[in-house]
């Protein structure tokens, strides 16, 4: 009789499940072998992956800045190719890349045999035209369609996209990046890639070339892509196209005007700059040495990328210390301007040769009077000075939603120590920087910021330029932080009458600021700088009437007097911003 | 060495052998007439190689040094086990923990440790039903659950297989593996009354047969009546992409991008691999790298396609034979814990091998378990062969006792 030993088990089990593997291979490889090789040869089942529409950028008046425009690409299979140095030669001599940089492109992305890897952007149609009738011989070259993108003006703001690198692609493969994904390599488009993107779609593909569906997945379970969101800045494009007209010829510097109400950038301008166009078309190396090796740095956003020393445009920052301390009071005055002080052994001189007299706190900054805050400055130590410049968000970053903003700087008694030794008469440089000379270095975005809150009366908010973005799902506003400066309201109304008077009153530094039917306020500064004999020029403030409420930094470098050369441009823009159809 | 098993050594070999032609051929991609080869081959065979080495050791050192050292081991794994969750994600899961030459794998150390550790304690003498039952569950539960947690389910899964094997040779009366089981059948079974009734009727006849008093045939009856009711109220409290996870897993068709899409690609790759395939290095489905990892769990794949029907049946008869040998030889091994341990070793590596395949021609869910002694990986390779040095020392060993 026939019994269960252990071995006869264990072989009937092993037995069982090899019948089962072995029946199921013989269905798979000899009964439906055909079909499945037929699949295989005509290489039908795929999963192609639908890129999103990214999102574009328009102005407040929904006027473009940053567009899609269609334009063909060339694409290589690596798959499909017979022979890499007939391709590479026969694509070199007809499209604007060379030999050597194909037979990279077919090394680097040799384990990507199925991929199409973008290799030429922006075919011309003339070229279309050359290649055609021997593009028939080369399976592994196609033709797409695609959106580049396209900039309206010049600007340092929208910054650029490009393809992905290996770097990108490998942290970013989990998203749903490909080795052909443009990304936002810079400015908004890098900033806010997240949501100008995207999401990918996918489909199946399981039809063969005479339309028979291969039923390989019974349902449909294709996912459309999800389109990137639009964003509509608060920036206003007539304002910042009359910006950067009359922005002085040849001069290079910044201009930001702000909506002083929430910290959205209604013009933005960096001189000299460039158009963000050349990042998208095949431009020579020739032209790309000439903007790189630029001694004025067209790439350079000096509005964030700059710290500069913000000269007097820097003294409320002392006043308001000063105020706030109970050190001096609006009555105070404090040494006698005689054109200079004497600081240990060093004289400092006053801009005004002739001298002042003793002035108050809301005459020195009218007037712009040096020896005043030299006198106030040495009733404060620096690292009170640097304390209280911090705490009104200059030398801080601003967090504005462009990326690679810096700091600036603004020094402490030890970093005098540490840099110029232990004996270092520290009380000069502290003269120095009261009248934000020597170290203290800010951007002007910074300053103009600071001003916007001035006129809130010490509420500061983070300028920004995204004002909402729009999608399939829904808008989402952008809401700024928020910060209180410490500044008294009393101390505030002080401050803010002299810089009225310094714009409204006779002697006054900003007198050419004046525009007619809006209330305007200002303060100048020509700061002395290493960068050249003539100082920069500056010119910040705030201007309001019953329909707006804006600031504005005109910064100009090494260009003269800020009352003279930055002042009128400021009056300028703050009446044609006045005039201007909202 | 007068009682080395020559047979399960030598067809061991030409299990390695043919791994390592497939993995040179999976780590090809053709170009043009062009071949780029990646280096995993060479790994390969220096693992084996340090394997083989280690094998010998194996038997050269007295199995009661080596029992000595199963417990503490254990505890050893366990704490790899617990460290292994705070390393680095890989692919979504916490596998491995890089050290400066390789990165080792706790779970696969877990699954030989494990059955040792079992082997040995349930093989004791004068032990009650209740004590196995208790010390099964007690030394499995940890391992199980930590490697759960990685997430690895393919390893989770083999450790319990090999459990059930373990229990279902040992003394224990074979009642007690239906009564574990069984709440498994009736979640399994819930989604219909008929079916959850047909293998109620089944149970009851089982326990009944196995002449059990009415109070315990009463009480299994009152638990899988209990699971087949919770089963739909857990289910439709979970959310919905748990449910789809779940559903996935089993039915990976409905995942088209994930594990449908490998399970189809694998179904084309091999399917068109016909009666003697394509040809050696030139699969079109290889090169066109369809599949990821097809070094690793879709080697068989590539196998399907270059070697046809006639290649996977002859790596089909290998495995054959070498499993029924090792069968052969536990019947022989005269020491309980030797045949628990062999049975549990045999186990998950049958096991392992029907998973992966069927995972390759798509009658078994996707897992993530490699081909044993096929599919590339260090750690997983070195566990498997030291698996099958322990059974060769258990058939050495056995002439010390005769």
Known sequence: ?582 | MRNFDWPIFILLLFLLFYGVVAIYSASATKIGNDFEIENYYIKQIIWIVISLVLLYLLLKIPYTILEVMILPFYAITLILLMMVLFMPEVNGSHRWIPLAIMNIQPSELAKINLILALAKLISEKHISDWQIINRSILLSLAPVILILLEPDLGTSLSLIISLFAILAVSDLPFFYIILIISPIVSVITSFSIFSFIFFLLVLIYLLYKSRLSKVIIGFAVTINTFFFFITPVIWNSLKEYQQNRILSFINPMRDPFGAGYQIIQSKIAIGSGGLLGKGFLIGTQKNMNFLPEHHTDFIFSVIGEEFGFFGCTILLLLYFLFLLRIAKKIAGLKRKDFKYAAVGILAYITFQIFVNIGMNIGIVPTTGIPLPFISYGGSNLLINILAVGLILKFINEKSIFE
């Open chain 1, 1 to 582: 009789m026939f019994k269960l030993t252990l071995t006869r088990i264990l072989y009937i089990i092993i037995l069982v499940i090899f019948l089962i593997l072995f029946v199921s291979l013989f269905r798979l490889q000899i009964v439906e072998g055909a079909k499945y090789e037929q699949i295989a040869a005509k290489n039908i089942f795929r999963i192609k992956t639908i890129p999103p529409v990214r999102g574009e950028i328009f102005d407040s008046q929904f006027r473009p800045i940053a567009r899609n425009k269609p334009s063909f690409n060339l694409y290589l299979t690596p798959g499909l190719i017979d022979d890499k140095e007939v391709v590479s030669e026969f694509v070199s001599n007809n499209f604007d890349i060379s030999s050597k940089e194909m037979k990279e492109i077919i090394f680097n992305n040799r384990f990507r045999l199925h991929q199409e890897i973008l290799i030429v952007q922006n075919v011309t149609f003339e070229e279309i035209v050359k290649a055609s009738e021997k593009m028939n011989y080369y399976p592994s070259l196609s033709y797409k369609t695609e959106a580049i993108r396209q900039y309206q003006y010049n600007n340092h703001f929208t910054g650029h996209i490009g393809r992905i690198n290996e770097d990108e692609y490998k942290k970013l493969k989990k998203d749903g990046y490909t080795i052909n994904s443009l990304l936002g390599k810079s400015g908004l488009e890098r900033y806010y890639e997240s949501i100008l993107r995207g999401k990918n779609g996918k489909k199946v593909i399981q039809v063969d070339a005479s339309g028979q569906n291969l039923n390989l997945f019974k349902e449909n379970l294709d996912v459309p892509p999800e389109n990137g969101a639009d964003l509509i800045l608060t920036l206003n494009n007539d304002l910042q196209n009359f910006v950067s007209n009359i922005f002085p010829k040849n001069e290079k510097g910044a201009v930001v005007v702000m909506d002083a109400d929430n910290g959205g950038i209604l013009a933005y301008v960096s001189k000299p700059d460039f158009d963000p166009n050349i990042f998208s078309t095949n431009i020579s190396t020739n032209e790309w040495n000439r903007i790189l090796k630029n001694p004025d740095k067209p790439m350079m956003d000096r509005n964030i990328h700059g710290t500069y020393p913000p000269g007097s445009t820097f003294k409320p920052i002392l006043a308001t210390l000063g105020l706030e301390t109970n050190t001096i009071d609006s009555k105070t005055k404090l040494i006698a301007c005689d054109g200079g002080l004497m600081v240990g052994d060093r004289y400092f001189k006053c801009w005004w040769e002739k001298g002042h007299g003793r002035l108050n706190v809301s005459e020195a900054l009218k007037v712009s009077c040096d020896v005043f805050f030299y006198d106030l400055s040495l009733l404060f130590t620096l690292d009170q000075i640097n304390k209280y410049t911090k705490q009104n968000m200059l030398t801080v970053r601003t967090e504005i939603d462009i990326p690679g903003e810096r700091k600036g700087f603004i020094p402490t008694h030890k970093w005098y120590m540490d840099n110029y030794g232990k004996y270092v008469p520290i009380i000069g440089h502290k003269v120095n920087l009261s009248i934000g000379q020597g170290e203290v270095l800010t951007t002007p975005l910074q300053i103009c910021a600071y001003y916007a809150a001035l006129a809130k009366n010490g509420r500061w908010t983070q300028p920004h330029f995204l004002c909402k973005s729009i999608s399939e799902k829904g808008t989402e506003d952008f809401i700024p932080e928020t910060k209180t400066l410490p500044v008294s309201a009393e101390n505030m109304q002080i401050i803010k009458q002299a810089l009225w008077n310094s714009v409204n009153q006779r002697y006054g530094t900003g007198t050419a600021a004046t525009v007619a039917g809006v209330d305007v306020a200002g303060k100048t500064g020509s700061a002395e700088n290493h960068m050249g004999k003539v100082t920069h020029s500056w010119f910040a403030g705030y201007a309001s009437n019953a329909e707006f409420n804006i600031s504005y930094v005109v910064f100009v470098e090494n260009a003269g007097h800020g009352g003279s050369i930055s002042a009128p441009i400021a009056g300028q823009i703050i009446d044609f911003y006045n005039r201007l159809d909202k």
